[in-house]
């Protein structure tokens, strides 16, 4: 038998929540009146469980679990087009980097690989200002317990030039530091 859900009143703690994750995203969900542009540019709409259209849609309803629980929210590439072509200005690709945050600090993770690829790429970018690849395929396949996963693919990329063993470090660093620092007091990190 299939599940059903049923759409009420939103509660204060629902509505609280919703005002805190607009604020956060920077946001107004209640302007989205459905036009499904963000979803028809998404490169990765295709993979999602709900598009970005669908996500904006559960949260209007009251359904905050169930959008945290989406997979979509972790798909999401954070490339901006969705954002760039809502003609009423709502940023779903802060909206869905706020969902996130809202679903790791609420231990709502489908997928647990997902989310320590997500910790392992953060912490690279904080540690030498940029993406490393092989730190992050190190760092990833150890927490998840896959320790050869991809591990063929390594050698092919470094001759190709597309991969170092070695992580290349920005100038700034320090700035970086900074924008980290300012990202978890203000709970965003």
């Known amino acids: 038998m299939e599940a059903v859900t049923r759409i009420g009143p939103l509660t204060e703690d629902d509505r609280r929540l919703i005002e805190k994750l607009e604020k956060e995203a920077g946001t107004d969900i209640n302007l989205c009146y459905q036009c499904g542009k963000c979803s028809a540019g998404c490169p990765v709409s295709f993979a999602m469980d709900y598009t970005p259209r669908q996500v904006i849609r559960l949260l209007q309803l009251g359904l905050i679990d ?3 629980g989406a997979e979509s929210i972790w798909i999401c590439a954070t490339c901006e087009t969705c954002s760039e072509r809502c ?3 709502v940023d779903i690709a802060s909206l869905m980097d706020t969902l996130r945050r809202e679903a790791l600090r609420r231990g709502k993770v489908a997928d ?3 989310a ?3 910790k392992a790429f953060l912490n690279t970018v904080k540690k030498y200002g940029r993406s490393y690849e092989a730190g992050i395929l190190l760092y990833h396949n150890l927490s998840t317990r896959q320790f050869f996963k991809d591990a063929e693919l390594g050698l092919p990329m470094m001759k190709r030039g597309k991969a170092s063993p070695f ?3 920005i100038k700034g660093r320090d700035e970086m530091a900074k924008i980290f620092a300012r990202a978890l007091e203000a709970g965003r990190e």
Request: charged fraction near 40%.
């Open 87 to 89: 003609p009423r200005g």
């Open 167 to 169: 992580p290349e470090k």
């Open 116 to 118: 320590l690829f997500n």
């Open 66 to 68: 169930e959008a945290l």
């Open 112 to 114: 647990k690989k997902v």
